[in-house]
């Protein structure tokens, strides 16, 4: 009887001090760019304070070579994405969406060939990008962002990006295509200028992909299996690019110029839209 009593007195005063705080209250207060990381509340006291911009990070679950982990660009535009709402102040991150189109299922073609590799159709993909569009829009967020590290994605973000603002340009809302994070970032320009010498830097699962890797995640890059033999046999690696000179100092610097293109990118079309 006595320990009924006690579990009964427990439970009562848990579910007193559970209804007694204030509504909203209770949770640790976080400094966090990424949606996943909040509560609701949260992320409307930050879009009521001024955090309009919400990116919305596209990645792949892509094979790249034998010498990284299939999640490459899901790392990276995690970091780049958070990065890029950090320097711009009032924006927020939507989940990295890692499943891209990476080509024909079957028979299979590209990166499709090797095991691992995960693709989805070009619709299909639109379609999810329009929805988490549509879903950030509701929340009240103006201006989104897409922003992909990998160039299957460019195409199906161009063309919802296009689509939704056109639908929505007299509620004042927008969407960006940040097509430049990953094809106007000068990074090749930078290599070239640094005297590294090693041939098309941004090849696949080379130079570039693999630097910046080993800045985000290291423990994704092995080291014994990369190397210059990549870009000659792709059918049997994988890879098209040379990692040989690959490093993470370079991958932070290589990183910094997509980081800097979007941000310019996404506070210019901020300005035009004032």
């Known amino acids: 009887m006595k320990r009924l009593f006690t579990f009964a007195a427990i439970f009562v005063m848990v579910a007193h001090g559970a209804h007694s705080a204030p509504f909203g209250e209770g949770i640790p207060v976080t400094n966090s760019v990424f949606i996943e990381d909040l509560t609701w509340v949260q992320v409307r006291d930050r879009i009521q304070s001024g955090s309009s911009i919400a990116i919305i990070p596209t990645g792949g679950t892509e094979q790249n070579g034998p010498h990284m982990v299939i999640g490459k660009h899901n790392y990276i535009v995690h970091y780049t994405a958070g990065e890029i709402a950090r320097k711009l102040g009032n924006a927020l991150v939507a989940p990295v969406m890692s499943y891209v189109p990476e080509g024909r299922i079957s028979p299979p073609e590209g990166h499709m060939q090797f095991p691992g590799t995960i693709s989805v159709r070009a619709g299909t993909y639109e379609m999810l990008l329009e929805d988490a569009a549509r879903s950030l829009k509701q929340a009240g967020f103006k201006t989104i962002c897409f922003i992909g590290d990998s160039g299957g994605n460019q195409q199906g973000q161009q063309s919802v990006a296009t689509r939704l603002t056109d639908e929505w340009r007299s509620e004042g809302v927008r969407v960006l295509h940040v097509g430049n994070y990953y094809s106007g970032n000068s990074q090749d320009r930078w290599v070239e200028s640094m005297g590294i010498k090693v041939i098309d830097p941004s090849n696949h699962a080379g130079f570039a992909d693999t630097s910046e890797l080993m800045a985000v995640h290291a423990a994704g890059v092995n080291d014994n299996q990369r190397g210059a033999r990549a870009e000659r046999d792709y059918t049997s690696t994988g ?6 000179l ?13 980081i800097e293109t979007a941000v310019e990118k996404i506070q210019n079309a901020s300005a035009s839209a004032r």
């Open 246 to 258: 690959s490093s993470a100092k370079y991958g932070q610097k290589l990183l910094n110029l997509k």
């Open 239 to 244: 890879a098209m690019g040379d990692s040989t």
